[in-house]
Each structure stands twice: as C-alpha cells, then as structure tokens.
C-alpha cells in the first residue's frame, strides 16, 4: 500500500550501507554510479516488503 510508512537501506556492492531512513523516495544523487542492493521494511512491524537490485546513475528511487 502506497501509504504505510515504510524504512530503508541502501547497501553498496561490497555490503556497506550507504543511506537509510524513512519514506518511499530516496535521493541517490550523491553517491556513485555502481550497484546497490535496496531493502524496503514496513517501519511498523518490520516485515520485509521488498528487496531489489539497483544501478545508478537514477537520481532519486522512488518506491511502493
């Protein structure tokens, strides 16, 4: 459901988080181009909602 809080992590090719936080869009101007791994949690129960592969160069990721 697009309005259930949710957290996340981005976690880099060598298993490092580089972001987290609160909401369903994350801005990933900053970092490098490369592939990360995103993990999606319900910030409630912490049940995990979604796990995806992303490759930048995205600007922003935007989410359930």
């Known amino acids: 459901k697009a ?4 957290q996340y992590k ?3 090719a ?3 988080q580089v ?3 609160e909401g369903n869009t ?3 101007s900053a970092l490098p181009a490369g ?3 995103l993990q999606v949690r319900d910030a409630r129960s912490g049940q995990l909602l979604k ?3 992303v ?3 995205y600007e922003a990721l935007t989410f359930l």
């Open 55 to 57: 490759t930048k160069p």
């Open 3 to 6: 309005d259930r809080p949710v």
């Open 35 to 37: 592939v990360y791994l």
């Open 14 to 16: 060598i298993g490092k």
């Open 26 to 28: 994350l801005s990933v």
């Open 51 to 53: 796990v995806e592969r």
């Open 10 to 12: 981005l976690i880099n």
């Open 19 to 21: 972001a987290s936080g």
